[in-house]
């Protein structure tokens, strides 16, 4: 394809995508106009007085300039930034550099941003190491989670020493090292790259954005936890991992690397808003996760690490998955009605509808709705689960929205979308933790500018004064 056909495609793309974006903004704002506006935040005088639930519902843990969510109003916000806003005018890696360094990037700092990102998703012996673990049988969120470790094994002392041997620490990723072998003539070991950057001659990485360490360690993260999740899909199909393309974006290439298939501009411009929309979510439970481990001054990727593990389970991640399964065993629309009735006799719950914060309609899933719509016109079994999920929300919210504040969730239209890029679904919490990385890490670093390792108090409710009784006697 030539370049001009591709952008134009590109463009419009682009322009199909912010369309359906200002319109899901422009009727979330009407339907929401008449709940009142939150009371905005003041300065916070600790202690605080809160009322708190079980699992620390309504605690107030800490301060954050980084996201706000509100609930009644429908509002998801980025460091001030409105979530429609950015999903139509930005790019995933615009918002990765908004969410870590609290503003969005100038020209020069976006295209070091972008060049480091792409750089770093160069992770060889991450994936050789990798590829040594049975990842094929690995649950998709434990092998991301070891991958994550294994990136990690560069900070330890041996390879330190080697970094000062060189005489230049970079206290970050193996990729900022040399490979241990280096590929000759046409014959390479199977998982080991020839990489361009790591060519004699490459230019060096641009230091206008690197801070500090956990910085560095930051932007490893958000470019490796793509690579590994992508190289884990990759290895679950029997096939070995390829390197990323310097033409595509970061969402562009986490499919290629994901699918070794070209993503069209249509693809690439949807998961890039898919990332942005699960970028940050409030003190939900695996960005608490993370700020746990790093409060205690464990590493950032020890931190991330744990992030991954809390987003496993499926009361947080994975909701998108049941999504699919429902869907397909209604089967079509016609048969909503009568599964859904059964359904609420046996006093089910519908996945992907109602949502702990969210009483109005979720702002990812107004996103998500029309770009499922408009993915799934070009494929059979997509277009059915749409029409059957549009016919299902018909009915729910008719019985569930005003009664009870339950609507769509990001989780019911996401699968759609993932399904239609022919991603499998055990993967699909996968593209969440893709995204959520660089959430997590902005949290962290914000936290441990005013460290306090986290404490809360359980009320011990057991028993006094037991007699202790020898095994023997028992
Ligand atoms: N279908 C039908 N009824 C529902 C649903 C649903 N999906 N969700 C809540 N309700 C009803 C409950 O039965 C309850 O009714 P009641 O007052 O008559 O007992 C009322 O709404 C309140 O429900 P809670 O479970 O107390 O709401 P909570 O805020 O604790 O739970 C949750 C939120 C867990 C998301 C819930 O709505 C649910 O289980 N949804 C389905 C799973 C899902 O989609 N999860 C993904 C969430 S998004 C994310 O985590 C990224």
């Known amino acids: 394809m030539s370049s001009d056909t591709t952008r134009q495609q590109t463009a419009t793309a682009d322009d199909q995508i912010t369309r359906i974006i ?7 704002y009407q339907e929401t106009d008449h709940e009142p506006e939150p009371g905005l935040t003041a300065k916070v005088e600790w202690p605080v007085t809160c009322t708190v639930g079980p699992g620390l519902e309504g605690a107030i843990a800490c301060e954050s300039k980084i996201g706000y969510v509100n609930g009644s109003k429908g509002w998801l916000i980025y460091r001030g930034y409105d979530i429609f806003d950015l999903c139509a005018y930005s790019s995933y890696e615009e918002v990765a550099f908004l969410l870590l360094h609290g503003r969005l990037p100038k020209a020069r700092e976006f295209d070091a941003f972008k060049t ?31 991958g994550t470790n294994l990136m990690r094994q560069k900070q330890t002392y041996r390879d330190r020493q080697l970094e000062e041997e060189r005489g230049r620490l970079i206290a970050t990723d193996e990729d900022s090292i040399p490979m241990e072998t280096r590929p000759t003539g046409k014959r390479r070991p199977v998982f080991q790259f020839i990489s361009s950057m790591l060519r004699r001659g490459a230019a060096p990485e641009p230091d206008v954005l690197v801070g500090s360490d956990e910085i560095a360690s930051c932007y490893n993260l958000i470019a490796g936890v793509a690579s590994i999740a992508a190289t884990i899909g990759r290895v679950r199909e029997g096939r070995i991992p390829i390197e990323p393309a310097p ?79 429902m869907l397909d065993e209604i089967g079509s629309p016609g048969a ?18 109602g949502h702990r914060v969210y009483k109005a309609y979720d702002p990812r899933a107004r996103i998500l709705g029309p770009l499922a719509k408009l993915l799934a ?38 699968g759609i979308v993932y399904e239609c890029m022919q991603i499998p679904a055990e993967l699909y919490t996968t593209i969440f933790a893709v995204s959520r990385v660089a959430g997590w890490c902005a949290r962290v670093i914000e936290y441990l500018a005013n460290n306090r390792i986290f404490r809360p108090r359980a009320i011990y409710t057991g028993s006094f004064n037991e007699e202790y009784v020898p095994v023997e006697k028992r």
């Not at 790093?294 to 998955?321: E, Q, R």
């Open 116 to 146: 480091t990102l792409f750089r770093r998703m160069y992770i060889p012996e991450t994936q050789r190491l990798l590829l040594s673990f049975p990842v094929q049988d690995m649950n998709p969120m434990a092998a991301l989670r070891l």
């Open 247 to 325: 033409d595509l974006s970061f969402a562009g290439n986490y499919l290629y690397m994901l699918t070794g298939r070209r993503p069209t501009p249509l693809e690439e411009r949807v998961m890039d808003v898919c990332l942005i929309l699960h970028a940050d979510h409030g003190m939900n439970a695996s960005t608490f996760a993370s700020m746990v481990v790093a409060s205690t001054l464990s590493d950032i990727y020890l931190a991330i690490g744990s992030g991954i593990s809390a987003l496993s389970g499926p009361l947080h991640g994975g909701a998108n998955v049941e999504v699919i399964k």
């Open 336 to 353: 909503v009605s009568k599964w859904y009735r059964a359904a609420q006799e046996e006093k089910k719950k519908v996945m992907g509808f």
């Open 22 to 28: 200002l319109e899901a903004r422009e009727q979330a």
């Open 377 to 414: 016109a070009e494929s059979g079994h997509a277009s059915k689960l749409y029409a059957t999920a549009v016919a299902l929300e018909k009915e729910v919210v008719a019985s569930l929205g005003e009664k009870k504040k339950i609507f769509p969730n990001v989780d019911f239209y996401s």
